[in-house]
C-alpha cells in the first residue's frame, strides 16, 4: 500500500514538471525589411525668407564622405557636415549654422546641378547662366568657366578615370563635351581661364512626333540628363521631349549607337513623357531613368535593345526638378516626387511597396546617396530645407516566398508541393493586382555587390585616352559580363562593339 501511494506521488510530480517546463516555441523570423530614420534637417537660407535647394551630392571619397554640397536657386554653393547631430528644439535655421562648413557665391543664377572631381578638391558648378564654372574648393576660387552653351547648363558628368573631361547637357538641346586642360589664352576679371567645348551636338533628343506637334505646343528640346558610362568611351542622354535614351560613342558623335525606351516608339501615341534625371550604379552595369509618366525604369547597360528589365511606379512626378538615384551598390532607387515625399524602392524587390520617407513640406527634388556609408542618403526640397537619413533593417512578421521555401525544406514531399502551388498562386494574384508591373527577362538579374571605394583612387593619365583600359587576363574578361565595361586591352571591345555584335 506504501509503495504505491508513494510510486503515484512521484508519478504526479513528474508529470507537472513536463507539463510546467515545456519549451516556448521561438518566433519565426521571415527576413529584415528596411526602413529609414531621419538623421537631421537644415535650412536652406541667406536672408529673412528660405531658398529652394537645386542640387546636392556627397563627396565622392571616403576621407570626406561625410560632406554633403548643396547648390540653390539664388546661386550659392554651401558645404554641410552631415554627421552633426541636431537638438530637437533647434531650428532648422539654427542646425544649418552648426553644421555648415562653408559657403559662397558661385554664380548669379540658379546652380542646377553640382559634381566633385580631383579627390573631392574641386567641384563643378551648371548654372542658369549658360555656364559652367570649376572651384577650388580650399579657396573657394574659380579656377575656370566653360563657356559654350546657349541655354540654361541643366546637367553635367565627370569621366569615370579622367577628372579632366567633362560632358555637359542644356536646356538649348545640346550636349558637350570639354577638356578642362585646353585652356584659352583669355582671363576673366578674378584670373579665371576661359574654356572651349572640344566637341558639340546639337539637337541631340528632337522627336519626330513632337516636329507633328503645332508649332505653338511644341515640346522642348532640353537635354536633361547626361552620363559617362564607366566603359570610357559611352555617353548616354535624356531629354524632356520623350522617354528615348541615347547612347553615343565620343570617338564618333555624328550619329547615336543606340537607343532605349520603356516602349516601342512605334506604339508611342498621345502624350510624349520626358526624362527627369538619369543615374548608374558604382559598377556602371545598371542605370536608372525617373521618367515623368510617374515611374522610374531600370536597364541594364548590356541588355538595351530589351528595355528596362524593372520599372518602379508610384511617385508622382509632375516637374523635371524630381530627380531619382540608384545605389551605388545597385541594391536600392530613391526618387523625389511631387507630394512632398521621398520613395525608396528595393531593386530585387520590384513589387514590394517602397519605403516612403515623410517629413518635407513640399516637393522633393534633389536625392542622392553616400558612396562610403551604406544607407545614407540626402534628400532636398521646395520647402527650403535638405534633410539626411540613415538606413535600419527590423524583423518582418510577415510571410515572404523565401520563407515558404525554407520551411518547405523540413515538410515531406506531398507537402511541400501544395505549399509550394499555393505560393506560386499568391504571386500570380499579386501580379494580376498590380497596375504597372514588372517587365520580366527570362533570366533573372541580381545586382553585383560593390564595396565602397574610394572615387579616382587611380591616377589620372596625363594624355585622355579613351582606349586605355584596365589590363584583366582575356579567358577572366571574356567569362563576365563586365569585360565589355571594362575590357583589357587585348580585347579592344566596348559597349559600342557589344551593340554591333547583338544587332
Not at 538641346?173 to 581661364?193: I, N, Q
Not at 584583366?472 to 587585348?490: F, H, I
Amino acid at each position: 500500500m506504501d509503495v504505491t501511494k508513494h510510486s503515484s506521488v512521484f508519478t504526479h510530480i513528474a508529470s507537472r514538471e513536463l507539463n510546467s517546463f515545456r519549451v516556448r516555441k521561438r518566433p519565426y523570423m521571415d527576413g529584415f525589411v528596411t526602413g529609414f530614420v531621419e538623421h537631421g534637417a537644415v535650412g536652406v537660407h541667406h536672408s529673412e525668407e528660405g531658398t529652394i535647394p537645386m542640387s546636392l551630392s556627397f563627396c565622392k571619397t571616403s576621407k570626406f564622405s561625410h560632406i554633403l554640397a548643396l547648390s540653390d536657386e539664388d546661386g550659392y554653393l554651401t558645404l554641410f557636415d552631415s554627421r552633426k547631430k541636431f537638438s530637437v528644439l533647434s531650428s532648422f535655421e539654427e542646425n544649418a549654422e552648426k553644421a555648415k562648413i562653408c559657403e559662397w557665391v558661385s554664380h548669379l543664377n540658379a546652380v542646377f546641378d553640382i559634381c566633385w572631381i580631383k579627390e573631392d578638391t574641386q567641384i563643378l558648378t551648371a548654372s542658369g547662366d549658360q555656364t559652367m564654372k570649376v572651384w577650388d574648393v580650399q579657396e573657394k576660387k574659380c579656377i575656370g568657366v566653360l563657356k559654350g552653351h546657349t541655354g540654361s547648363v541643366k546637367s553635367m558628368c565627370s569621366h569615370p578615370n579622367n577628372a579632366d573631361i567633362i560632358v555637359s547637357g542644356s536646356r538649348d538641346g545640346s550636349f558637350c563635351l570639354w577638356d578642362l586642360r585646353c585652356k584659352s589664352a583669355t582671363r576673366g576679371k578674378h584670373g579665371e581661364v576661359s574654356i572651349c567645348s572640344t566637341a558639340v551636338v546639337k539637337g541631340a533628343h528632337l522627336s519626330s512626333q513632337a516636329k507633328r506637334v503645332r508649332k505653338g505646343k511644341a515640346k522642348s528640346m532640353s537635354i536633361t540628363s547626361v552620363l559617362c558610362l564607366k566603359d570610357q568611351v559611352s555617353i548616354a542622354t535624356a531629354g524632356a521631349v520623350d522617354s528615348v535614351l541615347k547612347f553615343w560613342d565620343t570617338r564618333n558623335l555624328k550619329s547615336f549607337v543606340t537607343q532605349a525606351s520603356p516602349r516601342p516608339q512605334s506604339t508611342e501615341k498621345g502624350r510624349l513623357h520626358g526624362i527627369s534625371s538619369l543615374s548608374q550604379d558604382e559598377s556602371g552595369l545598371f542605370l536608372s531613368a525617373s521618367c515623368m509618366d510617374n515611374c522610374i525604369y531600370l536597364y541594364n547597360i548590356l541588355q538595351l535593345d530589351k528595355g528596362p528589365f524593372r520599372s518602379f511606379p508610384g511617385c508622382p512626378i509632375e516637374s523635371f526638378f524630381v530627380k531619382a538615384a540608384i545605389s551605388p551598390d545597385a541594391s536600392q532607387i530613391v526618387s523625389g516626387s511631387s507630394n512632398g515625399n521621398a520613395y525608396v524602392w528595393q531593386v530585387n524587390k520590384p513589387q514590394a511597396m517602397p519605403v516612403i520617407l515623410k517629413s518635407h513640406d513640399g516637393e522633393v527634388t534633389a536625392v542622392d546617396w553616400n558612396r562610403s556609408e551604406i544607407g545614407k542618403l540626402a534628400t532636398a526640397s521646395d520647402d527650403c530645407t535638405v534633410r539626411t537619413w540613415n538606413q535600419t533593417n527590423y524583423v518582418s512578421d510577415k510571410k515572404t516566398s523565401c520563407s515558404i521555401r525554407r520551411r518547405v525544406m523540413a515538410m515531406p514531399c506531398t507537402e511541400s508541393k501544395m505549399l509550394l502551388n499555393n505560393e506560386e498562386k499568391y504571386l500570380n494574384s499579386i501580379d494580376n493586382e498590380s497596375l504597372d508591373p514588372p517587365i520580366k527577362l527570362a533570366t533573372p538579374i541580381t545586382p553585383p555587390k560593390v564595396l565602397a571605394t574610394e572615387g579616382h583612387k587611380n591616377q589620372l593619365p596625363s594624355v585622355f585616352n579613351p582606349t586605355a583600359l584596365s589590363e584583366k587576363t582575356p579567358e577572366s574578361a571574356l567569362k563576365s559580363p563586365s569585360s565589355v565595361l571594362n575590357p583589357p586591352s587585348s580585347l579592344k571591345r566596348t559597349i559600342l562593339d557589344y551593340f554591333l555584335a547583338s544587332s
